[in-house]
């Protein structure tokens, strides 16, 4: 009994304390470079499907797909990585990089802060509600595409009510330009995100 007390209180050795220390630095090292990267992509993935966009003549909102691209990484991240993807995307849009979708008129923060702006600034809370969703409920196809489902409806809301604190419009044309027109692709968008977050989640190739 004595040699276990003598032993559970031996201070721990300086080497391995100090061993210890260097092991817990690389680990962190080793996070922030994968979250860092994981950003990156992110980022870049969102640029490159706002810039698959269909414009219009109705509605100043064009047809992307940007909102596939946040509610996959709102499926495969966790909510706060997620959040900060996206966040990361808007900061590089709001500098000037051609990172939002073609629009003649206005680029950078004025893009951002336009009359489509809402639909931008929704996008980091869509992503993290649709991660919270998806991490609390089922994680098969079927809760995958309700928890992006939900996340859609986010967007679709905030830039409708962004829209029409420019526009003024009634509740019929709203609905007709900012809603309407996007459910039918939505709905494409919602599923195609589900299908490949549960394709990629379930070898486990990408860890959160």
Not at 63 to 75: D, R
Not at 153 to 167: E, P, Q, R
Request: net charge positive; charged share 10%; glycine share 10%.
């Amino acid at each position: 009994m004595s040699n276990q007390l003598s032993i559970s209180n031996e201070p721990v050795a300086p080497s391995r304390l100090a061993a210890w220390v260097r092991g817990s630095a690389v680990l962190r090292e080793g996070s922030i470079l994968r979250s860092g990267a994981i950003v990156l992509a992110g980022s870049a993935l969102l640029a490159i499907c706002s810039h698959i966009a269909l414009p219009l003549y109705f509605t100043p909102v064009p047809l992307t797909l940007q909102t596939f691209a946040v509610l996959l990484i709102g499926l495969l991240l966790s909510p706060q990585l997620a959040a900060g993807t996206v966040m990361a995307y808007l900061a590089e849009g709001a500098l000037g990089l051609p990172v939002f979708a073609p629009s003649p008129a206005l680029t950078g923060l004025a893009h951002l802060l336009g009359p489509t702006g809402g639909y931008l600034m929704s996008y980091p809370v869509a992503a993290a509600v649709t991660g919270m969703l998806s991490r609390r409920i089922h994680r098969g196809i079927v809760g995958a595409a309700f928890s992006a489902a939900v996340g859609s409806i986010v967007i679709l809301a905030w830039g409708a009510v962004w829209l029409n604190s420019f526009t003024h419009m009634g509740a019929a044309s709203l609905l007709a330009s900012a809603i309407l027109p996007f459910l039918p692709g939505d709905m494409l968008k919602v599923t195609a995100a589900a299908l490949v977050a549960f394709g990629l989640r379930r070898p486990r190739l990408i860890k959160t």
